[in-house]
């Protein structure tokens, strides 16, 4: 049974915000502009992102809404209507609630009726076990079809004011780092058993991942203080957590680097195991926070010998920002929308994740 993603959607809130707006979107912390954001964003690279909030810190959509516009869309280009969905599998960092999950308020949101849920809850590559979830449940003849979507609404735990509870106004580098790094939006892509009635499909060939929370430390987290390894629902109170920096967003600078060996040698395991023929991708999809990344694993790909040409990798980095798990869904399908693709044709895509360095990976080819 081969599984095809027939359709694709994304949605993007607002208008894109150039570097020079983040601040009057997000806000200035205790009234001073950051000394840091002009060395982290020219690092990364990004150049416009969107956000769900306005200037006053207001939420303008919910995540689950942002997730059933993206569901929309794809389905609006597909030869299926929403009645006959039979899975809904979902992913994201941190839904609207704490509870329930994620994907029973995007189904309420799409008004979709009986299906089977999924939600995949994690960081940047819970997006790819959503849609492993999909893949081998149509795989195994559960489902005929699945709309698979994630969405990420990361700029609420941007409001200055989350940083102006931290006691003594202290914001170390890791918890401001990924202010200038994540931003808002929503990818969806729909899975069948048989491939569209006109145009061209892609074919699912596999989808793996390999994790490492046993050999590395917690990299990026919600709800742990500095420099402790205490759950912010040991503190008696929200309040005293919230003063303590537990709930803000924090990058460990220092471990990240290790998502580039991480991410390159599971790339190599992957064609040991013949699963694919370097020479034979022809676009590589790889879902990189930074442009200084993207460099560190091309380099690290040469050095193993494995060359993959410059003119063969596709990003949206730049203009869109870094959406998380939606990223790598908003990527495919704004390449879908760009490129005039032939069949026979294959796609690498690859998700590193720095939350405790778990990778996925996909092998796509086009098909008619």
């Known amino acids: 049974m081969s599984v095809y993603i027939n ?94 999950g994620f994907g029973s308020m995007v189904q309420a949101e799409l008004d979709l009726s009986a299906v089977e849920l999924q939600t995949s809850h994690g960081i940047c590559s819970s997006s790819m076990m959503a849609l492993k979830a999909a893949f081998t449940n149509i795989k195994a003849q559960e489902s005929a079809n699945a709309l698979v979507i994630a969405s990420e609404l990361a700029s609420r735990l941007f409001k200055h004011t989350r940083y102006e509870q931290v006691s003594g106004n202290e914001v170390d580098f ?33 989808i793996k991942s390999f994790s490492h929370a046993d050999v590395y430390p917690v990299c990026m987290s919600v709800g742990m203080p500095k420099a402790s390894d205490k759950s912010w629902q040991d503190f008696a109170t929200y309040s005293e957590a919230e003063q303590a920096g537990a709930l803000l967003l924090r990058q460990d600078v220092r471990l990240l680097d290790n998502i580039v060996s991480v991410g390159v040698n599971g790339f190599l395991k992957l064609q040991q195991q013949g699963l694919f023929n370097v020479a034979e991708i022809d676009h590589v999809l790889c879902h990189f926070s930074s442009a200084y990344f993207k460099s560190k694993i091309v380099d690290m790909l040469d050095v193993a010998g494995v060359q993959i040409p410059e003119h063969k990798w596709y990003t949206n980095l730049y203009e869109r920002g870094n959406t998380g ?21 294959t796609l690498f ?20």
Request: aromatic residues 6%.
């Open 174 to 206: 890791n918890a401001e780092f990924l202010r200038w790094m994540l931003s808002d939006g929503a990818g969806a892509l729909l899975l069948e058993n048989q491939p569209r009635k006109t145009g061209k499909s892609l074919r699912i060939d596999w």
């Open 325 to 345: 798990c939606a990223s790598i869904f908003i990527m495919l399908d704004e390449f879908l929308a760009t490129h005039a693709l032939t069949v026979g044709q």
């Open 7 to 100: 359709s694709s959607g994304h949605f993007l809130p607002g208008p894109a915000i150039d570097n020079d707006e983040i601040e009057a979107v997000l806000g200035l912390v205790n009234g001073k502009k950051s000394r840091l954001k002009h060395k982290i964003l020219q690092s990364n690279g990004i150049k416009t992102r969107h956000y769900a909030i306005d200037k006053q810190q207001q939420t303008l959509i919910s995540n689950s809404e942002m997730a059933a516009h993206a569901g929309r869309r794809c389905l609006d280009s597909s030869y299926l209507a929403a009645n006959q969905v039979e899975m809904l599998s979902v992913a994201t960092s941190q839904g609207d609630l704490v509870l329930p």
């Open 349 to 368: 895509c690859m998700v590193p994740e720095s939350g405790r360095f778990n990778c996925a990976y996909m092998h796509l080819t086009v098909v008619e």
